[in-house]
């Protein structure tokens, strides 16, 4: 088992800067694939970073350039840096944490058995 805790959610205005941290805890060797989903209201869960064991990361193409994953082995914990945020960034934000090399996973929350609680993300113009 893997138990994920977010935080550094908050609210900005378009054009600012938060980071996002995930700590991770139990069975960590296990988790070769770490990610950030998000879910606006009344939209489907969607993928947006990820990073496996070997520090390689993805990203959904609208996060390309503004947002940056990175994850510290030695705490345990997961970033996601994200800067020149928009309104449609609203959401709330999800670590989770696969079994699978991203590769494999990919993009689908099926493939992600542990997940956090969430951080709300809200962006005004």
């Known amino acids: 088992q893997v138990q994920l805790v977010e935080s550094g959610g908050g609210s900005v205005q378009t054009g600012g800067s938060l980071r996002l941290s995930c700590a991770a805890s139990?069975?960590?060797?296990?988790?070769?694939?770490m990610g950030w989903f998000r879910q606006a209201p009344g939209k489907e869960r969607e993928g947006v970073a990820r990073i496996d064991i070997a520090g390689t990361t993805g990203y959904a193409d609208s996060m390309k350039g503004r947002f940056t994953i990175s994850r510290d082995k030695n705490k345990n914990t997961m970033y996601l840096q994200m800067n020149s945020l928009k309104p449609e960034d609203t959401a709330m934000y999800y670590c989770a944490a696969s079994r699978y090399y991203c590769y494999s996973a990919s993009w689908l929350p099926s493939n992600f058995p542990y997940w956090g609680q969430g951080t709300q993300v809200t962006v005004s113009s």
């Open positions: 139990g069975y960590t060797s296990s988790a070769y694939c």
